[in-house]
């Protein structure tokens, strides 16, 4: 009997395409647009993400978030390695600053230059380079330790210097210090679009105005067998700081941003829209396409064809049409993230559709064929046979 | 409908006439088992049928009745055959067989050069001619037709019904045809005329009896 359905489904092939082209189209909608949102939750976290190594962030007690830092003094790094069960703490300085393309080396070029943004600084420790880069795409973390040496994340790079090959030695200026290029590497997409910079701690703390602290957050690892989260109050105690697991700090932030901005509801309005529109075509669509073929229900049932059976055919039709749509509507989705991935446009790198955006994609497309299966239903239901002679 | 007393045999064309609103539809529809009586009995193809109920009556329809209507209720996305093999696919019967089963039966119609064509590349008399196919397929015991010549000028009604009787008639089938066209009554091995809900009159062969 489902090759009957499958034949009366396809056979009118403006609704059939209707149909699926509805459940795609909210399926793209929910399915892109809640990437987006994850994608961009996700950069607000972006260095949270990228310095995997530390298993404890120790900041400021009031902090709420990565970007409002209330820098403390340089001897709380010593009282978070005071604690027991910490196998080792680093000092990390993040900061906003102005970098210009100003080249000192070739001044002839400073008349027609001085393009400047802002960037993301990272000072990292010193010695160990704990926090650094993972991932370098040219030159080498310990180039840090050269004179002046930053590393810049590649798209930073291209902002920076539109247009032009990648070339090691560059200088730029900061805050009137001179800062020379010795190694590009790659990032997790800040949500801001500036270009993140990676410097030595003490390099760092130049690059920056000056204020009576800057150290802003401690780095620690726990000792082996140490539970993170026991760890983290002890830290808390012994230093009245906030110290937070890493995957904590993350969620933290991102639900930092869920609050208090409006991102989350100018996505999911237009993520409801995708719903509400993806359901009233299809389940409209199907709905006629029911209607239209109630003498051939009726016929069927007259034929000895049960109400049950007739619910299987209709919710298979419904299953193929919402699982044709779902795979449309996430494929391009995907096609869409990763032509961005390809097209190296900053601007959407680094999202994609997680699985569970593809779970609840799924989960609505369901919800959608099941109200257009039901209304569809309740018709061939009451259905009298008899009418197949009226 | 009221003091109908009615016996449709077996191996015989009986039509059912009469003017529009006498009951023609409501009747066939309790011989066909798809309207249930408000009282009475009545008795289909040797059971009763207060006994038939839910599934049971379903299967009934599924393997015994077999139905031609006005419209033809062809379905469009179906090629003639598939039209014709549907009563089987019902039935449970493979798709192969159902279609293998369907292409005698077009023949049987004389529609063996038309099976692959979709209903709407066929004539109405065609499209007729299909649905007798797909009524026959499943060697249904009774047939029942709704005007099965209202749809059609009148060579082509003549043709359908010379048809019916040909190939539908058969000794262990008792086979209904609801018409309102008097030039085919003579067709009929039994009229059985209706006005205002009930029988008028019954005519067999040549004698006439009124009730």
């Known amino acids: ?390 | 409908m009221r003091g109908i007393d009615v016996d449709i045999p077996y191996g015989q064309m009986t039509l059912l006439v009469g003017p529009s609103g006498c009951g023609k539809t409501t009747l066939i529809s309790i011989l066909a088992g798809l309207l249930d009586p408000t009282a009475g009995e009545v008795v289909l193809l040797g059971q009763n049928r207060q006994t038939l109920r839910g599934s049971r009556l379903v299967r009934f329809r599924a393997e015994n009745i077999g139905f031609v209507f006005q419209q033809y209720n062809l379905i469009p996305a179906l090629t003639a055959v598939e039209n014709a093999a549907v009563p089987l696919i019902v039935r449970g019967v493979s798709r192969r067989e159902a279609v293998e089963r369907a292409h005698i039966m077009m023949k049987e119609v004389g529609l063996a050069d038309r099976v692959k064509s979709f209903p709407s590349q066929l004539s109405g008399g065609q499209q007729q001619r299909v649905a007798i196919a797909r009524a026959l397929v499943n060697e249904p015991r009774l047939l029942v037709c709704d005007e099965p010549t209202a749809a059609l000028d009148a060579r082509s009604g003549r043709l359908i019904m010379d048809l019916i009787k040909r190939v539908t008639v058969r000794p262990d089938r008792a086979v209904i045809v609801v018409t309102h066209d008097n030039r085919v009554f003579d067709l009929g091995d039994r009229i059985v005329f209706m006005s205002d809900g009930l029988v008028e009159s019954i005519q067999d062969g040549t004698t006439t009896a009124r009730p």
């Open chain 1, 1 to 390: 009997m489902n090759w009957l359905a499958w034949k009366m489904l396809t056979g009118d092939r403006t609704k059939y395409l209707g149909i699926v082209f509805g459940v795609a189209f909210g399926t793209l909608l929910i399915a892109q647009q809640s990437s987006i949102f994850v994608g961009l939750m996700r950069r607000t976290s972006s260095q949270i993400i990228d310095i995997s190594s530390a298993d404890i962030w120790v900041m400021d007690r009031k902090q709420r978030n990565i970007d409002e830092i209330r820098p403390m003094p340089d001897n709380r790094l010593y009282q978070v390695r005071g604690v027991a069960g910490v196998e080792w703490a680093v000092r990390l300085s993040k900061s906003l600053v102005r970098v210009r393309t100003i080249d000192r080396d070739s001044p002839e070029l400073n008349a027609r230059d001085g393009n400047f943004t802002q960037g993301i600084l990272i000072g990292v420790d010193d010695a160990s380079l704990a926090g650094a880069p993972l991932e370098m795409l040219r030159g080498n973390p310990l180039d840090l330790r050269r004179p002046d040496g930053i590393i810049i994340d590649e798209d930073g790079y291209k902002r920076l210097f539109p247009g032009q090959p990648i070339q090691l030695g560059k200088t730029l200026d900061m805050n009137d210090r001179r800062a020379v290029i010795v190694g590009t590497c790659k990032v997790t997409p800040p949500f801001q679009t500036f270009p993140v910079i990676y410097a030595r701690y003490s390099q760092a703390i130049q690059f920056t105005p000056r204020e009576r602290n800057s150290l802003s957050f401690v780095l620690a690892k726990a000792a082996p067998g140490q539970i993170h989260q026991e760890l983290c109050q002890r830290i808390e105690k012994q230093t009245d700081l906030k110290a937070m697991t890493w995957d904590a700090f993350f969620w933290m932030n991102i639900g930092y941003f869920i609050e208090n901005t409006g991102i989350p509801i100018n996505f999911g309005i237009t993520v409801t829209l995708g719903f509400v529109v993806g359901a009233a075509i299809a389940g409209q669509t199907f709905y006629l396409f029911t209607i239209e073929n109630l003498k051939h229900w009726g016929t069927l049932k007259a034929m000895g064809v049960t109400n049950l059976r007739l619910i299987g055919m209709i919710l298979f039709q419904a299953g193929v049409v919402g699982a044709m749509g779902y795979g449309i509507g996430l494929g391009f989705s995907a096609l869409f993230f990763e032509m961005m991935e390809r097209s190296g446009q900053p601007d959407l790198r680094g999202m994609w559709v997680p699985w569970q955006v593809a779970s609840i994609a799924a989960g609505a497309v369901g919800l959608i064929i099941v109200v257009a299966s039901l209304l569809s239903l309740r018709k061939v239901l009451v259905l009298e046979p008899a009418m197949v002679f009226k």
